[in-house]
């Protein structure tokens, strides 16, 4: 199973669009993206230093933008799961046909301009949390009066709030914990970003969205999208809520991921899995030359990925948040794909959990009336030659 990650703020570099330029199109696509942003994102991403592109109100379209650029370039059709850090929620939004590339990147410009905006109205910062125990860390970050605002995974969290609890914080840090300050423009993604969330969400209210094809998963929890609407909402709200980048990885361990990309700028979203996610295989993607490469990765772990002997089982998600009832299929039946395996049981009336691959029923993930989040994985089944 392949997943294609977008990577967030913090991951661009001086120049790093330069060889993309070459590419056919890819100029004159900047420039359209360019008019929809207020920015020029040919400069931004050849040109401009690293203090430019630090700028968040510049720094979050010209994202969105290299993402969407890179991918244009990869088969997309072969990865099922995609997903963005931050602002790369708006990019995993639009690979997974929730948005247009051209929402993505406009709403990727009102939300970079109005955080800035957000930031100047007080002094706040952000300092990264290096090891320690993780309960002991979040208490010490609260007792600072600050926020968690990215739980990252392998040891690695954000805390975010006045730039006096972050020194404190530093003077005090956890046991066995190192804290880092960065060099950020302020506290993102917590209850400061309150008047960037209202101005996102008054410019969303006129955004036409479709249901993700694609497995898209969600910061706020990790679990899949399953609607436009809901889509969009989770991102307006994401603005004020905690990144857990922790959450999306686990929920690609669950799936069975054994393949990922990440989008240029890559390599912060890589590093995280490679300490997190150790069955799966990673490449980056930064320069045109790494697409030769890219396309045959893709091809092998969307299609052959049960060739990979780490792979032990396919997992049927659920499609929908509720109360989980499993179908009269018992251990050891065989499943094929396609046929339903239970049933979630929402406002809206019962969806079914319908099994996108042939195997054996080996473990119930979840027990009958258990609630659900979308993208909870039910059901376990181990992989026959059937469905190769």
Known sequence: MLAVLAPGQGSQKPGFLTPWLDLPGVTARLRWLSALAGVDLVHLGTKADAEEIKDTAKTQPLLVAAGLITADFLPMSDAQVVA?????????????????????????????????????????????????????????????????????????????GSLDGLARLKENPPAKAKVIPLQVAGAFHTPYMAPAQAALEAVAAGVTTT???????????????????????????????????????????????????????????????????????????????????????????????????????????????????????????????????????????????????????VEWLADADDPVAPGAPLARLHPTGADR
């Not at 929730?98 to 100047?120: I, S, Y």
Request: charged share 15%.
């Open 84 to 160: 963005g850090h931050s602002v790369g929620e708006l990019t995993a939004a639009a690979l997974a046909g929730m948005l247009t590339p051209e929402t993505a990147v406009t709403l990727a410009a009102v939300r970079g301009r109005e955080m800035a905006a957000a930031c100047a109205l007080e002094p706040t910062g952000m300092s990264a949390v290096l090891g320690g125990d993780p309960d002991e860390v979040l208490a010490a970050i609260a007792e600072q009066g600050l926020y968690p605002a990215n739980r990252n995974g392998a040891g690695q969290v954000v805390a975010a």
């Open 211 to 361: 249901d993700p094809a694609k497995m898209l998963l969600s910061n706020g929890d990790g679990t899949a999208v399953t609607t436009g609407a809901e889509g969009l909402g989770r991102l307006v709200r994401q603005v004020t809520s905690p990144v857990r980048w922790d959450l999306c990885q686990d929920t690609m361990s669950l799936l069975g991921v054994t393949g990922i990309i990440e989008l240029a700028p890559a390599g912060t979203l890589a590093g995280l899995a490679k300490r997190t996610l150790k069955g799966a295989e990673i490449l980056t993607v930064n320069t045109p030359d790494d697409l030769t490469a890219a396309r045959e990765f893709a091809a092998r772990h969307a299609t052959h990925h049960w060739l990979d002997s780490s792979v032990q089982f396919h997992v049927a998600v659920a499609p929908a948040a509720g109360s989980f009832t499993p179908a009269a299929v018992a251990l050891g039946d065989p499943v094929s794909a396609g046929s339903v395996v239970g049933h979630v049981l929402t406002r809206q009336g019962a969806i079914d959990v319908v099994s996108a691959h042939t195997g054996v029923l």
